[in-house]
């Protein structure tokens, strides 16, 4: 088979030293891979960062490149430039194909590698709940790539507004849809309504850009369901006062190019985005292991597979139970314990001490932005919104979830931008299909 003749060459690379150390693979270079990886900086092992993309990326604030807030370059960076100090960390760029579980071998696109131990962490991306045409015409935030799609989308949509002499084609094009309650479409609700009324007002001569209406539908019966009915109610207040249109108990039941259903009402829109949910990598196939509905791969309280206890899944592709019966969360602290928690396992195994046998979810609490000066955090003592609990959200962000290589930069800018009411990120970069 020509890719294990490929991956035999990565093999006959190394020092015989090199050959005798345990090979740890890792797929995927987010919160929990990355985390993983830097732990077992210490441990005389090769480790191998797998991912398709050449950098880590902060998904919490996609929203901010979406919205034109941040460029890309704020919230992501390479993974060559994270590890480079890492002398026993190798990078390769490639896709996942599959996993021989029983030769203990990744299967990836241009290559194979062999492994000892192999951490899991390929995360999640959209779920249209059946309905994967919707995709491109109601596309999610995921990636970079996405991020500046959607931007590309809201921008162009204000441009073609201003063009424009048919009011119903002017309506459409100045109507943002945003289906999902949770915390990516609050933030982007929130964001676009003050992009249009702040951002933008003063910038067209035919258009008012105050006058786009930001539609956000839910299919439950509130917004950001894992908070309290209290914090819950104060977002939506918050998102009314910055002119959002809220839909609550409403799914959506067609996406087209012209709009968006919701039971017998139409609503037409130029711009749609998909906020409502998401499913796990496919690495339930790849391991043929259990997965459950969300096809997040179920793992023994070690977060090890039921066939093969030096394989491991973390982070958004695996599904974990805590005491209450719950499973932990899909965020990004939950990610790097269970990143941290696989990596001292694996540790402690290679130096032959005890290793830990349950992993115990520590929760800090739930954070989301609204708006400018607006937020909602619930921990586990307390709660709080409004101006100050905006600011514990932004310095969370930018100093306790990631090693910022630049924050002082990404400080100033938002400081600026809080200031101002300025986005610096205003471009329109590539073209949609059709143009």
């Known amino acids: 088979m020509n890719v294990q003749r490929q991956g035999a060459s990565i093999e006959r690379t190394l020092t015989p030293t090199a050959k005798a150390m345990r090979r740890i693979v890792i797929l995927g270079a987010g919160f929990g891979g990355l985390f993983a990886a830097k732990r077992l900086a210490g441990v005389a092992a090769q480790v191998t960062i797998v991912d398709r993309h050449n950098y880590h990326l902060f998904q919490p604030l996609l929203y901010q490149v979406a919205t034109a807030g941040l460029a890309p370059s704020d919230i992501a960076w390479p993974i060559r430039s994270i590890l480079r100090r890492q002398r026993n960390a190798t990078v390769l760029l490639d896709e996942v194909l599959d996993v021989a579980v029983d030769r203990h071998e990744v299967i990836l696109k241009r290559d194979s590698v062999p492994f000892d131990y192999l951490i899991v962490a390929t995360g999640s991306t959209h779920s249209y709940f059946g309905h994967g045409d919707w995709a491109t015409i109601a596309p999610g935030l995921k990636s970079v790539d996405d991020a500046t799609h959607i931007r590309r989308r809201i921008l162009t949509a204000f441009e073609r507004a201003e063009m424009t002499d048919d009011d119903l084609v002017r309506q ?105 949910g998401v499913v796990a990598s496919p690495a339930s196939k790849w391991l043929k292991e259990k997965a459950d509905k969300s096809g997040r791969v179920i793992v023994k309280p070690d977060l090890s597979i039921e066939r093969d206890p030096d394989i ?40 032959g001490k005890p290793a830990a046998r349950a992993f115990r979810y520590r929760h800090a609490g739930h954070l989301a932005t609204i708006g400018r000066s607006s937020a909602v955090i619930e921990f586990p003592r307390y709660k709080m919104s409004g101006w100050l609990a905006w600011w514990i959200w932004g310095i969370a962000h930018i100093y306790f979830l990631v090693s910022v290589p630049s924050p002082l930069v990404v400080s100033i800018r938002w400081l600026w931008e809080y200031i101002t009411y300025g986005r610096g990120a205003r471009l329109i970069t590539g073209a949609e299909q059709g143009d």
């Open 172 to 276: 459409r094009l100045l109507r943002f849809v945003i289906v999902g309650g949770g915390a990516t479409g609050v933030e982007l609700a929130g964001t676009i309504a003050e992009l249009a009324h702040y951002t933008l007002a003063a910038d067209f001569r035919r258009i008012d850009p105050r006058s786009a209406t930001i539609t956000l539908v839910e299919a439950g019966p509130r917004l950001l369901p894992f908070l309290s009915a209290e914090l819950s109610d104060y977002a939506r207040r918050s998102l009314e006062k910055l002119g959002v249109e809220i839909r609550l108990g409403s799914p959506v039941t067609q996406c087209d190019d012209h709009g968006v259903t919701i039971g017998d009402e139409k609503i037409a829109s130029a711009t749609v985005i998909w906020a409502a």
């Open 312 to 351: 491991f899944v973390i982070g958004d592709a695996a599904s974990v139970k805590i005491e209450d019966g719950t499973s932990v969360p899909g965020i990004a602290p939950a990610a790097k314990q269970q990143g941290r928690f696989v990596a001292d396992i694996i540790a402690n195994r290679i130096a």
